[in-house]
Nanobody
Framework: VQLQASGGGLVQAGDSLRLSCAASGGTLTSYTLAWFRQPPGKEREFVSA????????RYRDSVKGRFTISRDNAKNMVYLQMNSLKPEDTAVYYC??????????????????WGQGTQVTVSS
């Protein structure tokens, strides 16, 4: 499975962006899909994840209420709607696919497939 993330850009604080991730070479059905990000000079960190059914989601505390993850299994797509963006959201965002247990949906080691990353820059 190949993942292709898109939708990043340069925005101002308070703006919104919608990231998309398209899968090819296979189906995303049965995979948990996630978004991670790597801020400049920092380690990669978990942002959000969604189970294959769409009924179970997880969010990083700092994005709760601002970001929404969704997926369209028919289109092999996963999305991250980001509202009320803050400068601290600046990072390269990666989509990923794996089969983590529920308690480990935040753990990047549980994900096998990764997209190439899309840059999100939020200016103050």
């Amino acid at each position: 499975v190949q993942l292709q993330a898109s939708g990043g850009g340069l925005v101002q604080a308070g703006d919104s962006l919608r990231l998309s991730c398209a899968a090819s070479g296979g189906t995303l059905t049965s995979y948990t899909l996630a978004w991670f990000r790597q801020p400049p000079g920092k380690e990669r960190e978990f942002v959000s994840a969604i189970r294959w059914s769409g009924g179970n989601t997880r969010y990083r505390d700092s994005v709760k209420g601002r970001f929404t993850i969704s997926r369209d299994n028919a289109k092999n797509m996963v999305y991250l709607q980001m509202n009320s963006l803050k400068p601290e959201d600046t990072a390269v965002y990666y989509c990923s696919a794996g089969r983590p247990i529920t308690s480990a949906m935040w753990n990047d080691k549980m994900y096998y497939y990764w997209g190439q990353g899309t840059q999100v820059t939020v200016s103050s």
